[in-house]
C-alpha cells in the first residue's frame, strides 16, 4: 500500500522531467541520483536551487547547467515563493491555470496574523 502523501509537503518538493529520449542516470539529482527513463518524471523533497546551494562539488552544479543547457532535463516545478500581503494580512502564491497568473492560498492554508489571535 502506498504511502499517503501530505499536501503540505507537496508544496515543498521539485519536479524535474528526462527529456533525452533515452534511459538516462542523472548523478546530481539529490539523494544519490536518479535513473529515469525517457519522458520520467522524478519528484524529490525540497527545493532544487535550495540544494544545490548547499552543495560543495562544483562539478553537481556544473551537470545540472550543461543538462538544463542541452535540453536533457526539465525542471517541471519548484516549491511556491509565498507572499505576504500587509493590507489584507494574508500570505499567498502565485499560481499559473491554462495562462493565467492568480493568486491562492498555500498549500498550508491561508495565513493571516490576526487569525486566533
Known amino acids: 500500500m502506498a504511502a499517503v502523501q501530505d ?27 536518479k535513473r529515469l527513463a525517457p519522458g520520467e518524471e522524478y519528484v524529490f523533497d525540497g527545493d532544487l536551487r535550495q540544494f ?12 545540472l547547467y550543461n543538462a538544463l543547457k ?14 505576504y500581503d500587509e493590507t489584507l ?10 495562462g493565467v497568473v492568480t493568486v491562492a492560498d498555500p498549500c498550508t492554508g491561508g495565513y493571516s496574523s490576526s487569525i486566533g489571535g
Request: with cysteine; charged share 20%.
Open 70 to 83: 542541452a535540453k536533457a532535463v526539465a525542471i517541471v516545478s519548484t516549491p511556491s515563493q509565498h507572499y
Open 7 to 33: 499536501p503540505a509537503l507537496i508544496c515543498e518538493q521539485t519536479k524535474v522531467r528526462n527529456l533525452t529520449g533515452k534511459t538516462v542516470f542523472f548523478g546530481f539529482f539529490p539523494p544519490r541520483g
Open 52 to 63: 544545490f546551494a548547499a552543495i560543495t562539488k562544483k562539478r553537481y552544479r556544473v551537470s
Open 89 to 98: 494580512d494574508v500570505t499567498k502564491i502565485l499560481t499559473i491555470d491554462n
